[in-house]
């Protein structure tokens, strides 16, 4: 070790002093010719666990005998005394922040010019300002590793060293989120820990495909992480299925069968290797490895290792239930504006003179694929929708978004049902939404007439109660393909005259679909059973259908959204109100006498 002047008088030097951030508290003291980098990358030389923080964020150097701080492109910046600088001499009483840590800076008064002080680095911890750890020692057990440790008359500094280290370690997994971070910080502070070792690694269990994968190496040779690293299948073994530590010889065979081990201070010229699970709440989640070829471990070593490694395991178990938690939250947070968004989509049923509406929307999860509306073209025609879009969440939410604009916006323009679903269906196959495409019956009622005229893009079939009886609205020509899936889409519509007291009855294949405990279907001919037999007007119906489904479902979970609309023809006494037509089979209609002139085809582009 090369001599020192002034080793028990060593001159005051300049000091930061952390005041705000996760190394609140301490003390780092600079000394001539120093470089010092900041940042969050473990081996930094003033270390800052916060991810904020570039990983290599600023620099303290030396020059023309003045303190300077650079910034080196940091994403968030330096500033000195609250203003943003690229390179600045540091003063006395100087306050840098970078991100939300807070650094002051001492020069003591009556310190020696730059030029004139001895070359060694002090890191002071305020909790024992007595023990330091020069860089001159630090440089000699880099150089020298293996003589380092086993030097009697280091012993103390090297208990010291290794303490340190370990209060790094405990600090860093107690502050540090990301748990890549946290196992750079762990790797780099093990070499300080086992001053003998060559190279640290972290193996991972892949969560997907559960391999272990080399997480991060770092020999003690070379700067930086790496991935390259080759561990004895011995150790992996033993590691993942005793779930124990296990301190082997060049040779292959557990060391600790040796005898008294902590006893042996030769080194052999086959070195050892070192392996500790990373494990917590009995999840595993990988190996940290460690190991020298020219040094030899003992089994205070692996001890030491083991609950530096049990640590880990429960900081990295932290880490993932806090991302998590902020993943879930965040999730959370993004559905809750998704389910407002959509439900204001949804509007109340209109009140009109003659009809009486009922609805009933229900979700199985927070973003539902069911979808509903009523839609005015003029004082005489009234739209209603009812859909269904394929998937759930929020790419359902947002593609009923985009369907329920575009049926809004040409529902006002379109001469009928034919017309509207064919525009629509072309701008939402120009989406290109993979696998995405919604079913739905469009109706158009006109009041004067009590005609109903309507489309259904494979959604369930409406059905009409007439007196005792329920008819299924079934047209081949009006029954067409979902909307969304194909560009070359042929459209019919079908119309049927309604009466006063006939209720039109349209559902999502939730309710038809809905499952009791052992798999069965509530199924159709419940439903048109329990229409036929309900009493009252539409939101009777709406009451009586859903505690029957209710009652067949029972304590099986909803699975998809359910969706109920009512439309009753009351009887109305206006000037515009029709014949009463007896009771009877309701006749289901091709498409309108005459069809759309090619003048309203023409007048609806425009």
């Known amino acids: 070790m090369s001599a020192r002047k002034n080793v028990s008088d060593p001159p005051p030097p300049t000091a930061l002093i952390f005041l705000a951030g996760p190394n609140a508290g301490r003390r780092y003291k600079l000394h001539r010719e120093g470089d010092y980098i900041i940042g969050r990358r473990s081996d930094c030389q003033i270390f800052i666990p916060d991810m904020r923080v570039s990983r290599q964020h600023a620099r303290i150097h030396e020059e023309q005998g003045a303190w300077v701080l650079e910034d080196l492109g940091s994403n968030n910046g330096t500033f000195l005394n609250g203003e943003r600088v690229q390179s600045a001499k540091l003063k006395n009483q100087d306050e840098i922040s970078i991100a939300t840590n807070s650094i002051r800076v001492e020069v003591p008064k009556g310190t020696k010019p730059l030029a004139q002080q001895d070359s060694h680095v002090t890191i002071v911890d305020v909790k024992n300002p007595a023990i330091y750890v020069s860089t001159e020692d630090a440089e000699a057990a880099m150089t020298n590793s293996a003589s380092f ?99 082997l010889s060049e040779s292959g065979h557990d060391a600790r069968e040796d005898g008294d081990l902590a006893g042996r201070t030769s080194v052999p010229p086959n070195g050892s290797r ?59 947070r993004d559905l809750r504006v998704a389910r407002q968004i959509q439900r204001s989509l949804m509007r109340s049923p209109p009140r009109v003179l003659g009809l009486d509406f009922a609805i009933h929307y229900e979700p199985a999860y927070q973003i539902g694929g069911d979808f509903f509306d009523f839609i005015w073209k003029d004082d005489n025609h009234l739209t209603l929708i009812v859909g269904d879009v394929a998937g759930k969440a929020i790419s359902a939410a947002l593609y009923m978004a985009r369907l329920t604009s575009e049926l809004r916006g040409r529902a006002g323009i379109a001469r009928s049902p034919q017309r509207l679903i064919k525009r629509v269906n ?52 009006a029954h067409i393909p979902p909307i969304g899936i194909l560009p070359d889409l042929e459209v019919g519509e079908a119309r049927v005259q309604l009466h006063t007291g006939d209720l039109l009855v349209i559902v999502s294949d939730g309710i038809v679909e809905a499952r009791d405990p052992n798999g069965n279907e509530y199924g159709e001919r419940r439903l048109i059973r329990r229409i036929r037999t309900a009493r009252g007007g539409a939101e009777d119906l709406v009451k009586s259908i859903l505690q029957d489904v209710d009652s067949h479902v029972g304590s099986a979970t909803q699975a998809d959204d359910m969706t109920i609309l009512v439309m009753h023809v009351a009887e109305r006494r206006t000037r515009r109100q029709t014949t009463t037509v007896p009771g009877g089979v309701p006749h289901v209609g091709g498409e309108i006498a005459g069809g759309d002139s090619a003048d309203d085809e023409e007048a609806e582009e425009k």
Not at 290 to 315: H, K, M, N, P, R
Not at 452 to 457: D, G, I, Q, R
């Open 149 to 247: 440790p086993w030097d009697p008359r280091n012993k103390e500094r090297l208990l010291t060293r290794k303490l340190h280290a370990v209060q790094t370690i405990l600090e860093t997994a107690a502050n540090i989120a990301d748990p890549d971070l946290l196992l750079e910080s762990v790797v780099a502070q093990l070499l300080e820990v086992f001053p003998q070792a060559d190279s640290v690694g972290v193996l991972v269990e892949d969560e997907d495909s559960h391999e272990l994968l080399v997480k991060c190496h770092k020999t003690r040779k070379k700067q930086g992480f790496s991935a390259d690293l080759k561990v004895p299948g011995t150790i992996i073994d033993h590691v993942v299925h005793d779930r124990r530590g296990i301190l």
């Open 274 to 332: 070192m392996g500790a699970p990373l494990q917590a709440r009995n999840v595993h989640y990988g190996v940290i490895y460690v190991e020298c070829t020219t040094g030899t471990f003992q089994q205070e070593d692996l001890d030491l290792l083991t609950s530096i490694a049990a640590q880990t395991g429960l900081a990295i178990y932290t880490a993932r239930m806090h991302n998590q938690m902020q993943h879930r939250q965040r999730l959370e």
């Open 426 to 477: 072309e701008e939402m196959v120009k989406l290109g939404d993979d696998g995405m495409f919604a079913t739905l019956v469009c109706a158009v009622f006109e009041l004067s007439t009590r005609s109903l005229l309507f489309t259904n893009a494979g959604h369930c079939v409406p059905l009409l109660r007439r007196g005792e009886q329920v008819f299924p609205l079934e047209s081949e020509r």
